[in-house]
């Protein structure tokens, strides 16, 4: 933005009253535009540029904090830069080249100079705030949250299991555990909120519904990645993935986040507790078994596709 604004440094900066209302209107005509734009389209402005690249249909608060800010910031990225834009454009126009004479040099400008080396600070300043603001937000964790889920990753599959309190020293109460066949279903409660505590059973992985607008790596170790989410707001199935190459079957990490009222989600925990499957529990509850947004892959693994070529290599057949 420095490198910008000082393109208009040698042509703007004659101390000329009639330019300098020029300029002033020309940039009251970039801001008021842009607050125009917001003010005509309102919430909608994320929704009618797509978004500005970001994914859209977050199901937490926080996701739609995240949503709100980036939406925020691209506002203000165009208001800046229609006003960069406007200015450069209208150098180009109002000094022309009309002969051969040298035009008026200035330079050491100090109301220029103050402005920007100001203004970029500023809108840095103003970026940084509220992302420090949103920032917090979203990596908040409480002392009692609703719900708290331990996430087992592995090679190649999950295992999430509901327990009893935080960290390594709680219990699990319940347990659904994914298989090459069957996809895990992580079963959560609309309006409560979740806790999710990760951990590893060999190498990196990463717990991400992009519903939630949000991914964790998961370690191996004595590292447990906690976050939370203050709800989740809405019902419905959402697939989930492993977002960390972790191996040669890392694409086949698929798993599915099922979001149920808070008085279905008793009743399935009450079914696991019980000794009911996965599956059963979901019956139970008039959901349906299985994952509905991905399901197991075939990993095509028989003999009929089995490299003969290759069967003695390392074999020491
Ligand atoms: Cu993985």
Known sequence: MVARSSEVRPSAVRHSARRGRGAGRLAGLGLGGAALLVLLTGCDVGKAFGGFGWPQGGITPEANRMYDLWIASCIAALAVGVFVWGLIFWCVVRYRKRGNELPVQTRYNLPMEFLYTIAPILIVSVLFYYTAIVQTDVVRTTKNPDVTVEVVAFKWNWQFNYRDGQGRDANTEASVLGTSEVIPVLVLPTGRSIRFEETSRDVIHSFWVPELLFKRDVFPGSVRNVFEVSSLDQEGAYVGRCAELCGSYHAFMNFELRVVSPEKYDQ????????????????????EPYAQTTKPFDTRRSTANFNPDAATAGAGK
Not at 268 to 287: D, V, Y
């Open 268 to 287: 399935f925990l009450a079914a696991k507790k019980s000794g009911k499957s996965t599956q059963e529990a979901l019956e139970s509850i008039g959901e």
